[in-house]
T-cell receptor, first 114, second 113 residues
Framework: GAGVSQSPSNKVTEKGKDVELRCDPISGHTALYWYRQSLGQGLEFLIYFQGNSAPDKSGLPSDRFSAERTGGSVSTLTIQRTQQEDSAVYLC????????????FGPGTRLTVL | SQQGEEDPQALSIQEGENATMNCSYKTSINNLQWYRQNSGRGLVHLILIRSNEREKHSGRLRVTLDTSKKSSSLLITASRAADTASYFCATDASTSGTYKYIFGTGTRLKVLA
């Protein structure tokens, strides 16, 4: 079946512009996660959606970052007024029934802020 | 230091040798998972071990968990060049209403043909 997909695969933007990153999770997975990974580093948790519950936003680094999950499926991560330090690969993952299961990762969006 | 630190940071071995990576963490966990990341296939789940388990096997992979020492190890036997990748442990310490799933910084494994 189809895995987690993300778009765009690459995004180059200018400092100060807003960007939207999209994630399509595996159908039927109730949990969706956003992470970011800087070059050569591990994954930094950003936000977690579980079903219809309020998302856990504790990992968002600033109020420039926000995310939505519409209809319990597709998610959009928005970064406003991008800064050069926002440059990273943004990874989305989904899992059935939350964190007690393995997470299935998408290919990521490589964001470059000039 | 953060939850889920891998050791060593980098490892280079010859094809056919075994590779062992370690992960240490700080808090009680529900489970611990190992993932592999390479440029070709992205981040892929390898194995999950629950807090009440001590050892699990999957093909050439063997994972141990010692909750008293808050540590886990990943052993890859008879390594192949295709095993070259970064390996991450991830700990799930979530509680009701609180998400806490932390990836370590990874071990970069290079298997030489």
């Amino acid at each position: 079946g189809a895995g987690v997909s993300q778009s765009p695969s690459n995004k180059v933007t200018e400092k100060g512009k807003d960007v939207e990153l999209r994630c399509d999770p595996i159908s039927g997975h109730t949990a969706l996660y956003w992470y970011r990974q800087s070059l050569g580093q591990g994954l930094e948790f950003l936000i977690y959606f579980q079903g219809n519950s309020a998302p856990d936003k504790s990992g968002l680094p600033s109020d420039r970052f926000s995310a939505e999950r519409t209809g319990g499926s597709v998610s959009t991560l928005t970064i406003q007024r991008t800064q050069q330090e926002d440059s990273a690969v943004y990874l989305c993952a989904s899992s059935p029934l939350g964190t007690r299961n393995e997470q299935f990762f998408g290919p990521g969006t490589r964001l470059t802020v000039l | 230091s953060q939850q889920g630190e891998e050791d060593p940071q980098a490892l280079s071995i010859q094809e056919g040798e075994n590779a062992t990576m370690n992960c240490s963490y700080k808090t009680s966990i529900n489970n611990l998972q190992w993932y592999r990341q390479n440029s070709g296939r992205g981040l892929v789940h390898l194995i999950l071990i629950r807090s009440n388990e001590r050892e699990k096997h999957s093909g050439r992979l063997r994972v141990t968990l010692d909750t008293s020492k808050k540590s886990s190890s990943l052993l890859i036997t008879a390594s192949r060049a295709a095993d070259t990748a970064s390996y991450f442990c991830a700990t799930d310490a979530s509680t009701s209403g609180t998400y806490k799933y932390i990836f370590g910084t990874g071990t970069r494994l290079k298997v030489l043909a």
